[in-house]
């Protein structure tokens, strides 16, 4: 079946029957060849041996011995049997049964293709002519066009073969392209209801697996993907509507007051100065969004190298430390030794750097933040970094890595509400996913890279991990705690 | 300094030049590829500072490209809307020195150039490190105030070693961040300052004269000039 689905379309289908004939053509032509030379190397040889014969009754017995032997010979044969003339020097006639010396034969003795008067009409014959000691001359010859019958049941087997080839291809192409052509239209159908703006539809499958349906398959993968990043623009259109107007509102109220009210210098310069950290509030909205929409697009993952995931961490760790400190917040760090991934190490960074950032925000005074790296028995890499803050309400958790979500916990917090999507994204651009659970207080935020998963080029979307959720191969590693 | 501003857009120019001139600075400018380049190449500057896209059939990289072959090694600040690492990237391998993304602070890139003139004149060889009565042995890995010595961490010891390379001149956060952290991203809170804060308190607490300056809307500074 699937042999048959390959052949997609009526050109290929004629592709397939020109093959055929060429391919008919490529075993007819040896055969022909092998005949033609086996069969005429066998009748020249016979006429050879004939000639030879000839002339040895010639040597014998002379040219009378010869005419008469000549003919008793045509007197027994069958009809073009074989041709045979004797002459004399003077090419006269002396026995056989041609009436005279064709002049159509060469002068020189050999073997020849010609055609001769036989019966009142040229025939295609094979003769040898032999000259005889005292200038007689000796003309032995076959009829070649006896055979022209089989010749012509080769050449009609062989266009019959041809004709029935053609024919058996272009049904078979009529069919094929008809039931390929059904199911082509069936997904135009679905593209065509895509383009039109409905993004739900997918195209059809079947269970047989074969080509078209493995495209289908891919294609409703794309579809999946194009589906989703066209929500993302329009859920980041409306925040951005949202986030970038407020500080512009701000900005805008600001410079229209100073342009109305004409306060002193003094007062200019600190609305101004107020204005660039407007600005500059805006640029970092801006800057976040672009970084994200370049970890989206999945071009960074080019600039790949081997990270060690336990260093990293450790030195993130290290940068946040003082941070802590003037919080009072203890934070620290746990390993269970050196880990390597692919990945990009400044992401790999910002994205440890958000989670921590994130969980010293929230962490309670006197709190703690620990941050882990680990292996999962399954050879994932495993980063959480836990707080003993409020925690995230469940009802929110599939909310938060949204684009500037901001739960109720967080308004009042500097941030622009972007940390949590772009840890989302660095841990999808690098296959793995970003799960939010429960610390019993707080909040146990891990990023699950996964080094199979890029391979497999199945990215996934955020994963809600039950609180009871345990990590297999974290309860296995237990990892002294080491406080910075 | 004198310096080379290759920059089509008028508006950054003159706020650009004016800020340079303010700061002592003498500035020549160019609004197309063409003129920048043939300035670049036949002018002596301490520093160029180039935009990426030009008018004019040659593009910023181009030039900085140009002139690197030609055995020209003016550093360069490259200045580009272009905010992608991968473009950052193709930016200092064509040649450039530094890379400044718009919109920038003019402090910023006036802290770069600093510290790109100071990097082209080649300190870089020393093994102690002097301001004022602030030592640091870069072999030892030892720091001195005065007659105490002052126990540092690693990283606090990179990022006096940063500050004291460039003592005297203005030094960003993003400076900081980039080339003590090796960190090309924004951390959101000012844990860099707190940084500065605790390396303060190490190398300043105890003394009269604070060596260790906040700048204003631009960074810091570390100095023993009144």
């Known amino acids: 079946m699937s042999k048959v689905i390959r052949s997609a379309t009526f050109a290929l289908s004629f592709g397939y029957i020109a093959f055929g004939v060429v391919a008919l053509v490529l075993f007819a032509a040896p055969l022909w060849y092998a005949w033609q030379v086996t069969v005429e190397d066998g009748r020249a040889e016979i006429l050879h041996a004939d000639a030879l014969r000839l002339t040895e009754v010639f040597r014998h017995e002379g040219a009378p011995g010869l005419k008469a032997f000549i003919d008793a010979r045509v007197g027994m044969q069958l009809p073009g049997e074989r041709i045979l003339l004797l002459t004399d020097s003077s090419l006269q006639r002396l026995a056989g049964n041609l009436p005279q010396w064709p002049k159509t034969v060469p002068a020189q003795p050999g ?26 001359n000796l003309l032995v010859g076959r009829d070649v066009a006896r055979f022209a019958p089989l010749t012509r049941h080769f050449w009609t087997g062989l266009g019959g073969a041809v004709a029935v080839l053609s024919i058996v291809g272009v049904l078979g192409g009529v069919l094929i392209r008809q039931a390929i052509l059904a199911r082509i239209n069936s997904i135009r159908q679905t593209v065509l209801a895509i383009v039109q703006g409905d993004l739900s539809h997918r195209l059809p499958t079947r269970r047989s697996g074969d080509e078209l349906d493995t495209l289908s398959r891919t294609i409703n993968g794309m579809l999946d993907q194009i589906e989703q990043l066209v929500h993302g623009i329009r859920d980041v259109s409306n925040s951005i509507a949202h986030d970038l107007r407020t500080p512009l509102a701000e900005l805008r109220s600001r410079l229209e007051e100073l342009s109305l009210t004409r306060p002193t210098t003094e007062e200019t310069f600190a609305e101004i100065d107020a204005a660039v950290a407007d600005v500059d509030r805006v640029i970092r909205i801006f800057n976040a969004l672009l970084r994200l929409a370049e970890i989206d697009t999945g071009m960074r993952r080019s600039g790949f190298v081997q990270v060690n995931a336990n260093e990293l961490a450790a030195e993130v760790v290290e940068f946040y430390v003082p941070a802590a400190e003037i919080k009072d917040v203890t934070l620290s760090f ?18 440890v750097g958000n989670l921590i950032d994130n969980a010293l925000k929230y962490a309670g005074e006197r709190g703690s933040v620990r941050v882990e790296v680990q292996t999962r028995a399954d050879g994932a890499v495993v980063i959480t970094v836990a707080d003993d803050g409020p925690g995230i309400p469940d009802s929110e958790k599939p909310k938060v890595a949204q684009r500037f979500y901001r739960g109720d916990i967080s308004r009042g917090t500097p941030g622009v509400g972007l940390g949590l999507s772009l840890v989302q994204a660095v841990a999808k651009l690098h296959g793995g996913t970003l799960e939010l659970a429960d610390n019993h207080p707080g909040l146990r935020a891990r990023m699950i890279i996964e080094p199979g998963a890029l391979l497999a080029g199945r990215p996934r979307s955020m994963v809600m991990a039950e609180p009871q959720a345990v990590v297999p191969g974290a309860e296995k590693s237990p990892a002294e705690p080491m406080v910075l | 300094m004198k310096l080379l501003l290759v920059e089509d857009n008028e508006r950054v120019t003159r706020f650009v030049v004016k800020g340079l001139q303010e700061a002592g600075h003498t500035v020549d400018n160019a609004d197309n590829g063409r003129e920048g380049m043939f300035l670049a190449a036949s002018e002596p500057y301490d520093v160029i500072i180039m935009d990426r896209m030009l008018p004019g059939q040659i593009d910023g990289l181009q030039i900085v490209e140009t002139l690197r072959k030609s055995g020209n090694r003016t550093p360069i600040l490259i200045l580009s809307a272009l905010s992608d690492v991968d473009e950052r990237i193709k930016g200092l391998r064509s040649g450039g020195d530094d890379y400044l993304t718009k919109p920038f602070a003019f402090g910023e890139l006036l802290a770069r150039l600093d510290a790109l003139s100071r990097r082209s004149q080649g300190s870089a060889t020393q093994t102690v490190l002097e301001v004022g009565d602030l030592r640091i042995d870069l072999l030892s890995r030892k720091a001195m105030r005065g007659e105490r010595s002052i126990s540092l961490q690693p990283r606090e010891f990179k990022l006096l070693e940063y500050l004291m390379r460039h003592a005297g001149q203005v030094v960003t956060r993003t400076m900081l961040l980039e080339n003590v952290w090796d960190y090309h991203f924004d951390p959101q809170t000012n844990v860099v300052d707190v940084h500065i804060s605790k390396l303060r308190q190490k190398i300043d607490a105890d003394f009269e004269r604070p060596l260790l300056r906040t700048v204003r809307n631009a960074g810091y500074m570390l100095t023993a000039d009144e």
Do not use: C, H, I, M
């Not at chain 1, 746990?334 to 994205?351: E, F």
């Open chain 1, 111 to 136: 073997t020849y293709t010609v055609s001769l008067d036989l019966s009142g009409k040229p025939t295609e014959s094979v003769v040898v002519r032999t000259a005889l000691p005292g200038g007689y």
């Open chain 1, 334 to 351: 746990a390993s269970s030794g050196p880990v390597s991934v692919s990945g990009d190490p400044t992401l790999l960074a910002q994205a």
